[in-house]
Protein backbone atom coordinates (compact mmCIF):
# COMPACT_ATOMS: atom_id res chain seq x y z
CA UNK A 1 0.00 0.00 0.00
CA UNK A 2 1.51 3.44 -1.08
CA UNK A 3 2.02 5.81 1.95
CA UNK A 4 2.37 9.49 1.78
CA UNK A 5 4.51 11.42 4.14
CA UNK A 6 2.70 13.52 6.50
CA UNK A 7 3.80 17.01 7.88
CA UNK A 8 4.70 15.05 11.53
CA UNK A 9 6.25 12.48 9.56
CA UNK A 10 8.39 14.33 7.93
CA UNK A 11 9.13 16.64 10.31
CA UNK A 12 10.46 13.77 12.61
CA UNK A 13 12.19 12.77 9.97
CA UNK A 14 13.95 15.93 9.22
CA UNK A 15 14.97 16.58 13.45
CA UNK A 16 16.89 13.08 13.27
CA UNK A 17 18.60 14.21 10.14
CA UNK A 18 19.52 17.25 11.78
CA UNK A 19 20.87 15.30 14.82
CA UNK A 20 22.72 12.67 12.72
CA UNK A 21 24.38 14.60 10.27
CA UNK A 22 26.44 16.03 12.88
CA UNK A 23 27.90 12.95 13.92
CA UNK A 24 31.39 12.34 12.20
CA UNK A 25 31.57 9.52 8.86
CA UNK A 26 33.61 7.22 11.57
CA UNK A 27 30.59 7.49 14.00
CA UNK A 28 28.46 5.64 12.40
CA UNK A 29 28.50 2.84 9.51
CA UNK A 30 26.70 2.87 6.19
CA UNK A 31 24.51 0.28 7.79
CA UNK A 32 24.15 1.61 10.86
CA UNK A 33 23.13 4.54 9.70
CA UNK A 34 20.45 3.86 7.38
CA UNK A 35 19.13 1.23 10.56
CA UNK A 36 18.48 4.22 12.86
CA UNK A 37 16.59 6.24 9.68
CA UNK A 38 14.40 3.40 8.84
CA UNK A 39 13.42 2.90 12.61
CA UNK A 40 12.74 6.86 12.66
CA UNK A 41 10.27 6.23 9.84
CA UNK A 42 8.45 3.43 11.33
CA UNK A 43 7.87 5.31 14.75
CA UNK A 44 6.94 7.90 12.82
CA UNK A 45 3.89 5.82 10.98
CA UNK A 46 3.06 5.23 14.43
CA UNK A 47 2.24 8.83 14.71
CA UNK A 48 -0.13 9.48 11.73
CA UNK A 49 -3.43 8.49 10.31
CA UNK A 50 -2.48 5.97 7.42
CA UNK A 51 -5.62 6.61 5.73
CA UNK A 52 -5.79 10.59 5.90
CA UNK A 53 -5.90 12.50 2.98
CA UNK A 54 -2.85 13.92 1.46
CA UNK A 55 -1.54 17.23 2.89
CA UNK A 56 -2.24 20.43 0.30
CA UNK A 57 1.17 21.38 -1.35
CA UNK A 58 2.15 25.47 -0.22
CA UNK A 59 1.22 27.94 -3.16
CA UNK A 60 4.26 28.25 -4.34
CA UNK A 61 3.83 24.50 -5.74
CA UNK A 62 7.24 23.31 -4.20
CA UNK A 63 5.94 20.47 -1.85
CA UNK A 64 8.69 21.08 0.58
CA UNK A 65 7.57 20.66 4.21
CA UNK A 66 10.86 22.30 5.48
CA UNK A 67 11.44 26.04 5.97
CA UNK A 68 14.76 27.04 4.57
CA UNK A 69 15.87 30.11 6.43
CA UNK A 70 18.04 32.70 4.47
CA UNK A 71 21.68 32.00 4.93
CA UNK A 72 22.43 35.02 7.02
CA UNK A 73 25.72 33.17 8.12
CA UNK A 74 27.57 30.19 6.81
CA UNK A 75 26.24 27.34 9.04
CA UNK A 76 22.60 28.17 8.05
CA UNK A 77 23.80 27.85 4.73
CA UNK A 78 25.58 24.66 4.61
CA UNK A 79 22.13 23.51 7.26
CA UNK A 80 19.94 24.73 3.98
CA UNK A 81 22.44 22.82 2.12
CA UNK A 82 22.06 19.54 4.04
CA UNK A 83 18.19 19.82 4.26
CA UNK A 84 18.08 20.17 0.69
CA UNK A 85 19.75 16.92 -0.05
CA UNK A 86 17.31 14.92 2.09
CA UNK A 87 13.87 16.68 0.95
CA UNK A 88 15.36 16.23 -2.84
CA UNK A 89 14.59 19.87 -3.30
CA UNK A 90 16.67 20.95 -6.08
CA UNK A 91 15.72 24.83 -5.94
CA UNK A 92 17.02 24.92 -2.14
CA UNK A 93 19.98 23.27 -2.60
CA UNK A 94 20.26 25.44 -5.81
CA UNK A 95 19.85 28.89 -3.73
CA UNK A 96 22.94 27.84 -1.72
CA UNK A 97 25.11 28.99 -4.79
CA UNK A 98 25.67 32.05 -6.76
CA UNK A 99 23.53 32.32 -9.50
CA UNK A 100 24.34 33.72 -13.32
CA UNK A 101 23.95 37.55 -13.28
CA UNK A 102 25.02 37.98 -9.38
CA UNK A 103 27.67 41.11 -9.58
CA UNK A 104 29.23 39.26 -6.44
CA UNK A 105 31.13 36.77 -8.63
CA UNK A 106 30.55 33.97 -10.69
CA UNK A 107 30.05 29.76 -9.44
CA UNK A 108 32.69 27.79 -10.26
CA UNK A 109 33.47 23.61 -9.08
CA UNK A 110 37.08 22.83 -9.28
CA UNK A 111 37.14 18.74 -9.74
CA UNK A 112 39.39 16.59 -7.81
CA UNK A 113 42.41 16.37 -9.66
CA UNK A 114 42.69 12.15 -9.10
CA UNK A 115 39.52 11.45 -10.96
CA UNK A 116 40.19 10.45 -14.30
CA UNK A 117 37.84 11.00 -17.02
CA UNK A 118 36.43 14.19 -16.19
CA UNK A 119 33.85 14.97 -18.99
CA UNK A 120 33.99 18.99 -19.28
CA UNK A 121 36.83 20.82 -20.90
CA UNK A 122 35.49 23.70 -19.45
CA UNK A 123 34.29 25.42 -16.02
CA UNK A 124 32.35 23.84 -14.42
CA UNK A 125 29.33 26.12 -13.20
CA UNK A 126 25.83 27.14 -12.30
CA UNK A 127 24.24 25.90 -14.75
CA UNK A 128 25.87 22.14 -14.53
CA UNK A 129 25.45 22.39 -10.97
CA UNK A 130 21.70 22.45 -11.84
CA UNK A 131 21.55 19.48 -14.30
CA UNK A 132 22.98 17.52 -12.38
CA UNK A 133 21.34 17.72 -8.74
CA UNK A 134 18.00 17.10 -11.06
CA UNK A 135 18.93 14.79 -12.58
CA UNK A 136 20.44 12.82 -9.02
CA UNK A 137 17.33 13.62 -8.07
CA UNK A 138 15.25 12.15 -10.33
CA UNK A 139 16.74 9.10 -9.54
CA UNK A 140 15.88 8.81 -5.97
CA UNK A 141 13.02 8.85 -4.01
CA UNK A 142 11.32 10.43 -1.41
CA UNK A 143 11.54 7.09 0.92
CA UNK A 144 15.29 7.06 -0.02
CA UNK A 145 16.41 9.88 -0.68
CA UNK A 146 20.39 11.22 -0.15
CA UNK A 147 21.86 11.98 3.11
CA UNK A 148 24.93 14.26 3.91
CA UNK A 149 26.81 14.56 6.59
CA UNK A 150 29.78 17.82 6.97
CA UNK A 151 32.81 18.38 9.04
CA UNK A 152 33.63 21.51 9.58
CA UNK A 153 38.09 20.78 9.61
CA UNK A 154 38.70 24.98 9.25
CA UNK A 155 37.78 28.12 8.34
CA UNK A 156 39.48 31.62 7.79
CA UNK A 157 37.79 34.58 7.61
CA UNK A 158 38.51 37.24 4.49
CA UNK A 159 37.78 41.16 4.47
CA UNK A 160 34.94 42.15 7.13
CA UNK A 161 32.62 39.85 7.25
CA UNK A 162 31.99 39.70 3.57
CA UNK A 163 34.04 36.03 2.64
CA UNK A 164 35.28 32.95 4.01
CA UNK A 165 36.73 29.93 3.17
CA UNK A 166 35.52 26.44 4.93
CA UNK A 167 37.70 22.80 4.68
CA UNK A 168 34.82 20.19 4.76
CA UNK A 169 34.81 16.47 4.99
CA UNK A 170 31.81 15.22 3.36
CA UNK A 171 30.07 11.91 3.72
CA UNK A 172 27.14 11.48 0.86
CA UNK A 173 24.64 8.72 0.23
CA UNK A 174 22.77 8.73 -2.87
CA UNK A 175 21.18 5.73 -3.08
CA UNK A 176 19.80 5.42 -6.63
CA UNK A 177 19.52 1.77 -8.11
CA UNK A 178 19.94 3.51 -11.59
CA UNK A 179 23.16 5.04 -10.53
CA UNK A 180 26.94 2.69 -10.95
CA UNK A 181 27.39 1.58 -6.96
CA UNK A 182 30.86 2.81 -6.58
CA UNK A 183 29.00 6.19 -6.71
CA UNK A 184 26.39 5.81 -4.49
CA UNK A 185 28.36 6.45 -2.03
CA UNK A 186 31.00 9.30 -2.00
CA UNK A 187 33.46 10.91 0.70
CA UNK A 188 35.89 13.53 0.98
CA UNK A 189 37.53 17.00 1.70
CA UNK A 190 36.84 20.20 -0.05
CA UNK A 191 37.26 23.72 0.19
CA UNK A 192 34.17 25.90 0.33
CA UNK A 193 35.05 29.92 -0.90
CA UNK A 194 31.86 31.35 0.48
CA UNK A 195 30.55 35.13 0.03
CA UNK A 196 27.82 37.93 0.02
CA UNK A 197 25.32 37.68 -2.85
CA UNK A 198 24.34 41.18 -3.99
CA UNK A 199 21.50 41.03 -1.24
CA UNK A 200 23.57 39.79 1.53
CA UNK A 201 23.10 36.29 2.34
CA UNK A 202 25.93 33.96 1.77
CA UNK A 203 26.04 31.36 -0.89
CA UNK A 204 28.89 29.26 -2.54
CA UNK A 205 30.91 30.85 -5.05
CA UNK A 206 33.88 28.35 -5.41
CA UNK A 207 33.85 24.37 -4.21
CA UNK A 208 37.39 23.01 -4.87
CA UNK A 209 36.89 18.82 -4.47
CA UNK A 210 40.51 17.99 -2.84
CA UNK A 211 40.04 14.35 -2.66
CA UNK A 212 38.53 10.84 -1.53
CA UNK A 213 38.76 9.59 1.73
CA UNK A 214 39.10 5.86 3.55
CA UNK A 215 38.44 3.93 0.27
CA UNK A 216 35.45 6.06 -1.31
CA UNK A 217 35.04 8.35 -4.34
CA UNK A 218 35.28 11.98 -4.25
CA UNK A 219 32.47 14.20 -4.60
CA UNK A 220 33.48 15.04 -8.18
CA UNK A 221 32.94 11.16 -9.30
CA UNK A 222 29.68 11.64 -8.78
CA UNK A 223 29.23 14.71 -10.70
CA UNK A 224 30.85 13.45 -13.49
CA UNK A 225 28.53 10.00 -13.89
CA UNK A 226 25.62 12.54 -13.43
CA UNK A 227 26.67 14.95 -16.21
CA UNK A 228 25.82 14.25 -20.22
CA UNK A 229 27.58 16.15 -22.19
Not at 37 to 50: E, H, M, N, R, Y
Not at 142 to 151: A, D, E, K, M, V
Request: glycine share 8%; charged share 15%; proline share 10%.
Amino acid sequence: MAWQKSGESRLIFTRLFVILSEVKPSGLTKKALWQVLKVALILSLAGCDLFSTRPVEPPDGSGSNIYYPLPNNPDQLFLNMRNALAELNSQAYLDCFFTPGDPGGIYQFVPDPGVSGWPLPGPWGYAEESETIQYLFALLSPGNPSFLILTEESRIEYGIDDSVKISQTYHLIAPAPDLPPEIQEVGGQADFILARTDIGYWAILRWVDLHGMEGLPSWTALKAGLYSP
